[in-house]
C-alpha cells in the first residue's frame, strides 16, 4: 500500500481510484451486450431477448459517470432497444421472419420442400 507523505500512515484507495475506466467496470460491457441482444431480437423476435437487452442497456446507462455520459450513444442504445421491441410485439404473426425467408429461398435452390 502507498503511503501518504503528509501523515505516513497507509491510505486505502477509494472506489472511484479502483476502477480501470470510466463507471462501474461492467456498464460498457452491459451495453455492448445489450446492444448485440437486440439486433438478435429483431432477427429471432425473442420476447425474452427483446426485455433482457433493456435491462442491460439500462444498466449500462445508470451506471456510467456523468462525465461519460453522451447523449447520442444513450440514444442510439435506447432506439435500437424500441426497435426491438417494435419487432417483437407489432409485427404481424403472419409475416416470415428473415430467418423463415432463408430457409424459403434456400429450399428453393435445393428442391425441397419447406412448410
Known amino acids: 500500500m502507498p503511503e501518504s507523505k503528509a501523515s505516513g500512515t497507509a491510505y486505502t484507495m477509494t472506489r472511484t481510484q479502483r476502477e480501470d475506466g470510466d463507471g462501474s467496470p461492467g456498464s460498457d460491457a452491459f451495453g455492448m451486450i445489450g446492444m448485440l441482444l437486440t439486433v438478435v431480437t ?3 423476435r425473442s420476447k425474452l431477448m ?3 437487452s433493456l435491462v442491460l442497456v439500462l444498466s449500462s ?3 456510467s459517470r456523468s462525465s461519460q455520459m453522451d447523449c447520442s450513444r444513450i440514444m442510439t442504445a435506447l432506439m435500437f432497444v424500441v426497435m426491438s421491441l ?10 416470415p421472419g428473415p ?4 430457409t424459403k429461398y ?10
Open 61 to 63: 446507462i445508470f451506471n
Open 50 to 52: 427483446a426485455w433482457v
Open 106 to 115: 434456400f429450399a428453393s435452390f435445393t428442391g425441397a420442400t419447406s412448410n
Open 86 to 95: 417494435v419487432t417483437v410485439y407489432l409485427t404481424p404473426e403472419s409475416a
Open 99 to 102: 430467418v423463415e425467408q432463408f
Open 42 to 44: 429483431m432477427f429471432t
